[in-house]
């Protein structure tokens, strides 16, 4: 992604220079506009990732006649050109994808895209290995493509072994291994029942980010396989209901406080030999949370309690099987959780940089396996590993700083010393790098400025633009930028003096006049909604439509440390109601605000909390748009759910008092409701529910719902019917700019 080389301030003027020079009069941001091709935002380049060699820089394109298809790209660094390396259209079947590829699909979150999701490179850097409609092909760099498999069935998790001497893939629940070029064969048996080999299960793809199921070892003599029985896991039937007909699935769907699939790891060869089972204890009630072979060919679990409160370090004989708690890593406080990353990394000396919230604060240490050395430290956390550069003995991340912004730096590997910043903190960052470190690939955003990329060297100089991503006369957003709106920002203390940050864009506005508010809100743990890097153009259309854009980050949100995010602790639906009621009476105290007409959005957990406010305090809002919602949160799974709200089975009063349903009556004030039909995620259920319960008790609201759409309702043409619902609602209520 592209941006000018000046610094951000000269952004802002190039910003306004620009619509000087290109716009006479200001154009309005339709949604029809928002979500047509080509993306206002500018390229949107996913899984950027180093060859081997570091010679090369690949990553998915999106196409600008479709900005949901993704194509391989190649940058070849020394002479900086790009090529495209696979075009999906031209390679592309078309093939009906299997049920468990779109169900994978979904719960990765890329259901909605096409062509290219996924690529890995070959361990010698002469081609990629990638996935398309079903198939696996190869790739070359001297622009051959070999096609590998060609079955009406999916070949799933797709992966090269470590040295590239076998393809392996899973088909039909059991993982398949070949030499590359030659036919793969089953490596595991093929079982009676809801048995899965080489793939991770449910709760793992949805919510611990492990989407793998198998690891291949450095050597390629040994992998490590995971077998999952789901036959304890309730089955939940879910109609997926579409235009023209339904389909039901018996999914199985571990809700809070019902037993999860047991899990089990085997070691074996690439043919499937001298297979042996990991000893990963008595307790099988248990998470695996990841799996890693090191350097030296040792090999770690990860294995996580179901209470997710204490983590131990398991090193495995990948010989025997037999293992040993190596350390335990527990949560930093008794009401509190352990959040699992993949901040760590096994070093060639047999030692490990680990990240660990045990302060308060995300801070990284390393172990030698008997002392802990602190490397960083501060109040404000570190929230990722970007990569380590063993050679120089430095490491690098990305941390929160200021709360609203993200920067890179890099430290010393050995011992603690003042951290180097290695990016432009008038932007907030992101960054990747090559295995050995010595190249950043930086991503980048501000409020004016769409997000864009650029190589740097290891001390952050920037070598040269990968996606400069520029709003100059080509820009797709430049037709748009006489009507761009700055965010303003702010804090408010919340009941017990905790700052809580917002953000606002406000429209053009007369004196004298008071203007409606678009109050936005996700309000759940992880996502943090208020930051200073690019929103993206779906706000300014909310602007341009004569609305205030509100957002206010709560307590239980990520990237403010442990305690900023423990309130939530067995009591969902609290915490942030009332931080958010804060927000709405700030809101109704500044003299533009017209103060009966703020109306809250919100989807999926935000879905839920419009609910929660709306019945906690009639007549604060205007409205509300609830999308997606949780409203039961014994129908939602055990990992996610439990992690904040504890076993059911022990803590029944916390569920029933995070439940919407037992006050839904108390709604007065207009709702609408969405929800996909199809959803496996929140399933329908949630909202049907809801729906019953209204209606019963005789409370109007209106709704709309989306036939074979699942959790994620969005499309050219569904986004824009979306979202001029929302606002045809909020009009018939009288929830408008002024005249």
Do not use: C
Not at 440 to 456: F, I, N
Not at 548 to 553: E, G, S, V, W
């Amino acid at each position: 992604m592209r941006l000018p080389i000046f610094a951000a301030a000269a952004a802002l003027l190039s910003t306004s220079a620009l619509a000087d020079d290109h716009m006479t009069t200001e154009t309005e941001l339709t949604f029809e506009r928002v979500f047509a091709s080509p993306s206002l935002n500018g390229p949107a380049p996913r899984q950027a990732k180093f060859s081997p060699d570091g010679k090369f820089l690949t990553l998915l394109r999106n196409r600008e006649d479709d900005r949901e298809r993704y194509d391989l790209w190649g940058f070849e660094i020394a002479t900086q050109e790009w090529r495209m390396l696979v075009d999906s259209e031209k390679l592309g079947t078309g093939r009906e994808l299997s049920e468990d590829e779109k169900m994978q699909r979904e719960r990765a979150r890329v259901g909605n895209l096409k062509g290219i999701i996924s690529y890995q490179w070959a361990s010698d850097g002469s081609g990629v290995l990638v996935p398309l409609d079903g198939d696996l092909y190869l790739a070359k760099l001297d622009g051959t493509v070999t096609r590998l498999t060609d079955t009406e069935e999916s070949e799933l998790n797709p992966k090269l072994s470590s040295k590239g001497n076998y393809v392996s893939f899973v088909r039909d629940r059991q993982l398949w291994v070949g030499e590359v070029g030659s036919e793969a064969a089953p490596i595991t048996p093929k079982e009676d029942g809801p048995i899965r080999w080489g793939e991770a299960e449910f709760v793992a793809q949805e919510e611990m980010s492990r989407m793998d199921g198998y690891w291949w070892g450095p050597d390629d003599s040994r992998l490590v396989v995971q077998r999952t029985d789901e036959s304890p896991v309730g089955i939940v039937t879910r109609a997926a209901i579409g235009a023209t007909g339904t389909k039901v699935f018996d999914q199985r769907y571990p809700v809070a406080g019902s037993d999860n699939a047991i899990v089990e790891l085997f070691v074996m060869d690439p043919d499937g030999g001298n297979r042996v089972k990991i000893d990963l204890g008595e307790d099988t009630d248990i998470y695996v949370a990841r799996v890693d072979w090191a350097p030296d060919g040792s090999l770690y679990v990860q294995r996580q309690n179901r209470e997710q409160t204490v983590l131990d370090m398991l090193k495995v004989d990948p010989a025997t099987g037999a293992s040993e708690i190596w350390f335990t890593e527990k949560a930093a406080r008794e009401d509190y959780w352990i959040n699992l990353s993949d901040n760590y990394r096994f070093l060639k000396d047999g030692s490990l940089l680990w990240w660990s919230e045990r302060s308060g604060t995300g801070q990284f240490y390393r172990f030698d396996g008997e002392y802990w050395t602190l490397l960083t430290s501060g109040a404000e956390p570190t929230t990722e590993l970007v990569g380590v550069n063993e050679e120089e003995g430095v490491f690098f991340y990305q941390a929160t700083t200021n709360v609203l912004t993200q920067q890179i730096y890099r430290a010393l590997l050995r011992t603690s010393a003042p951290a180097t910043q290695l990016t432009d903190g008038d932007f907030t960052n992101s960054a990747s790098m090559d295995k050995t470190g010595s190249a950043l690939l930086v991503s980048r955003s501000g409020t004016s400025q769409p997000t864009q990329s650029y190589l740097a060297s290891s001390d952050g100089e920037r070598l040269t633009w990968v996606e400069e991503n520029a709003l100059d006369q080509d820009h797709p957003y430049t037709p748009y930028l006489a009507g761009h709106v700055t965010p303003e920002y702010g804090t408010i203390p919340a009941e017990d003096g905790t700052q809580l940050h917002w953000m606002m864009m406000k429209p053009e506005m007369e004196e004298g006049k008071t203007y409606p508010v678009f109050y936005y809100h996700y309000s759940g743990p992880g996502p943090q909604i208020v930051d200073k890097g690019w929103g993206g153009a779906l706000a300014q259309a909310v602007v341009d439509k004569g609305y205030i854009y509100f957002a206010l980050d709560n307590r239980g949100t990520a990237n403010r440390g442990v305690d900023f995010e423990q309130p939530i602790y067995r009591a969902m639906g609290g915490v942030e109601v009332r931080d958010q009621k804060t927000g709405a009476e700030y809101l109704k105290t500044l003299d533009f605000v017209d103060p009966d007409k703020i109306a809250l959005y919100g989807w999926s957990y935000g879905g839920y909390m419009t609910l929660k406010q709306l019945q906690a305090d009639p007549g604060l809002y205007a409205a509300g748009i609830s999308g997606a919602p949780v409203t039961r949160w014994g129908l939602y799974d055990t990992h996610y759910t439990e992690r904040f709200m504890g076993d059911p089975r022990e803590v029944p009063e916390a569920y029933e008092k995070a439940s919407a349903i037992p006050d839904a009556t108390k709604i007065s004030d207009p709702l609408l409701l969405i929800h996909g039909m199809a959803d496996d995620n929140v399933v329908f259920e949630n909202s049907s529910e809801l729906i019953s319960v209204l209606q019963e008790g005789n409370v109007p609201f209106e709704m709309m719902l989306y036939p074979g759409y699942t959790h994620r309702v969005a499309g050219e043409n569904i986004s824009p019917h979306l979202w001029n619902t929302i606002f045809r609602f909020l009009e018939s209520h009288g929830v408008t700019p002024p005249e």
